[in-house]
Nanobody, 115 residues
Framework: QVTLVESGGGLVQAGGSLGLSCAASTTLFTITAMGWYRQAPGKQRELVAT???????TYTDSVKDRFTISGDVTKNTVYLQMNSLKPEDTAVYYCNADYLGINYWGKGTLVTVSS
């Protein structure tokens, strides 16, 4: 079993930046894929950015060139740096990990971007 704990959400003005962290309870070397999803009010949860096998970062089109996913294996932590934030980025952001074929989710952290 893996526990994922997100932090770093908050309120920011449009055009601003915010960084999210996701700490895993196990070494990242044992996790097949790990990344970030988000769910805006009234919308389905969607992929934001993730590391797939081979540690290749993948982004949804709407965040490319604005968001950067990174990881620190010494801290078992994955980060999401979000720049040039837009009101439409407002959502609860969830950390996700695929560990031994099972999908795990964090509890989420709220990001609110004001116009």
């Amino acid at each position: 079993q893996v526990t994922l704990v997100e932090s770093g959400g908050g309120l920011v003005q449009a055009g601003g930046s915010l960084g999210l962290s996701c700490a895993a309870s196990t070494t990242l070397f044992t996790i097949t894929a790990m990344g970030w999803y988000r769910q805006a009010p009234g919308k389905q949860r969607e992929l934001v950015a993730t590391f797939t096998s081979g540690n290749i970062p993948t982004y949804t089109d709407s965040v490319k060139d604005r968001f950067t996913i990174s990881g620190d294996v010494t801290k078992n932590t994955v980060y999401l740096q979000m720049n040039s934030l837009k009101p439409e980025d407002t959502a609860v952001y969830y950390c996700n990990a695929d560990y031994l074929g099972i999908n795990y989710w964090g509890k989420g952290t709220l990001v609110t971007v004001s116009s």
